[in-house]
């Protein structure tokens, strides 16, 4: 009888094979779908795919890179079912790490060596940067709305997540932060870049929207200092 | 997995080692058969950490493969000799593997013995010196043979044999390893066999050399030939031009005319 520790060896050499039959799949435009691929492996196979897009030349990375996201999207939508199934959180801390880890290699595959553009803001900014406030929930500005003040070393609130001291940012893959990414009004997500991407331009529109205040018949650009209610 | 018949545990090594060259160097391949066979020939004979600690080994070399692919664009056969290092570590836990020292659970026991004793050394000489600091003569008197002479004594005999089952094991090594005999006349044979591809390669670049001197040499000489030709045609030219100036000249004297001067 093969033990636990064999067992787990032995899958992590099938593990190889199966990312590179994924890669295959990406590669000829198919749906990366295969019945070896499980929520419990799905986030270390999907790295293995990173790292082999990531050696890949042809530069159509971006667009197989954004396949794999749309399945840990997927991944992380069936954990957090299990955690409001009453899953205990602590079991799934691990695979909630994971896809996180994933998320970031094959979105900085993605990327490449280039900034993402918001053609809309005139802006461009590393993926890590946007990773940051829009790789996690979709609608940071509903759940943290002072994090721009955070990022302008204004005074803010704490976010409502646990998170390394002196880091606000960094959603610590903790059984509290589960159960609060598994409730409203948290929308958790694993997005492509150019979702990501649309999320911030239309938060950061909103945003500029709101400190613009009719004073006198008068528009005013409120400092960002200043916290608009409604 | 699949059934595989017992198959000798050195070449299931050589097959995955193998397995990984080709994956490396040329592409993706199937590595899980070779694993499973693996597994087949050492299961019973090896622990099963050792066998999972081998195909981690295997799994880690090809993660690290793609992660130096990526990084650095080169080709995969560049990239592969960038793993000489981690075929080497793997090629040494494969060797330790396949050779297991006979008396590896008696080594075990008496690193454990020892380590035991050394404690026990520790713990009497602290209870000695409380005791001395707490003015309880005959708790030092009743500690201090256990702390000068029994205790020392079972540790000096528990080195003693930890050390002889060690100098064993590396005995064991050395045997398990090919005589040196035939490695050498590998190495000989190896030398052969390049020192004649250097003499052909050599000889070949002379011939190369040859070649290009006498190209060389041809268009020196071409080009000296056409330079040869391009003058004397302007000789010649500017010889008819010169012959035709002396006949007209001549022609006009003796038809009693003026010269025409130029």
Redesign the interface.
Known sequence: M??D??T???E??????LA?DLLDLLRHGEQPSDPRLTDENAPDVWQ?VA?????D?SGAHRRQADRALSDLNWRLATLLDDVRHGVPAADLTHRYRRIREAQRELTM?AAGTTDVEFPDLNLMIPATRLLMFAGVVSNIDEVWPTWRDCMRKHGYDAPPWEHPDGDPFTVLPTPKNLLWLAQDPAKPWVPTLAQAARAVSKQTRAEEERRWVDSAGHKVLLHPSVHQEG | MTDHPAEDAQAAADRLVEALHSYVEDGPTDLQEPADALIAALTGSVPDATIAALLTRAAALVDQFWVQAGRMQFGHQATAQLLGPAFKSLDAELFVALHPFDQEAELAAAEERVTSLERQLTQVNRDVEDALNAGDIDRVMALRESARVTIPGQLGEARSALLALTVEAAQFRLSSIAPRAEQLAAVDRATKIRDAAAERLRSANDDLFQAQLAVENSDRLRAEAQQQVHDLKALLDEHAAGHARDQQARLRQFAGLTPITA
């Open positions: 093969t033990t520790v064999l787990a060896a032995r992590r050499i099938a593990g190889i094979g590179d293995a790292r082999r897009l990531a050696a030349k595959t």
